[in-house]
């Protein structure tokens, strides 16, 4: 490892799937570079940004590294209901709705190497999960889909996901994927 490798100075070893902040000082100048690897190398780092801008990066123009969390979002509970009840409507979804930031429900959690195609919509988990502005909104089908959901949406800037559950949704599996039910 040359000593100006600060990627390799990660320990762990950095992985395909993380969030990243790297400064960058390359013929484009010096700069601050957030987002998700989407590849390594050894001589280049693939960073796709929250607005969808894939940065390659050759190794030797980082400066320094750093692991960074998913982006937390608001208190998705202050969020005006009739503004989360359009966001279902436009998703399809409906039934009691359920919110948490989505930083909460990730933390500590190994980030998948690949996540669906960036867009307004994805299936998960054979659910459809819409984005939209700082939300995710999708039906609930379990615990896995609202990760997968999540994951997802934060390569956007996602930052809190409103789950409806239907009439026959187990109310204790999903407050045990760590939702909240929006009472209001």
């Known amino acids: 490892m040359p000593p100006s490798d600060a990627v390799a100075a990660l320990t762990p070893a950095l992985a395909v799937g993380e969030r990243v902040s790297l400064r960058v000082n390359d ?19 693939w960073v796709v940004d929250r607005h969808g801008v894939e940065h390659v990066i050759a190794r030797e123009a980082v400066e320094a590294a750093r692991r960074v969390g998913v982006a937390r979002g608001r208190r998705p509970e202050a969020t005006p209901r009739d503004l989360l009840d359009a966001l279902a409507s436009r998703a399809g979804a409906s039934g009691t709705p359920w919110l948490a930031r989505i930083s909460d429900l990730l933390e500590g959690r190994t980030p998948p190497a690949s996540v669906p195609a960036w867009g307004e919509w994805a299936e998960v988990f054979g659910v459809r999960a819409r984005f939209e502005g700082e939300w995710v909104t999708l039906p609930w089908s379990g615990a896995d889909a609202v990760l997968a959901a999540c994951w ?13 559950a239907g009439p026959g949704a187990d109310a204790r599996a999903v407050r045990a994927a760590g939702l909240v039910e929006d009472e209001r």
Do not use: C, K
């Open 27 to 45: 013929e484009a100048g010096r700069r601050e570079v957030i987002g998700f690897v989407t590849r390594l190398s050894e001589a280049s780092v």
């Open 152 to 164: 997802w949406a934060t390569r956007m800037g996602a930052r809190s996901v409103q789950v409806l």
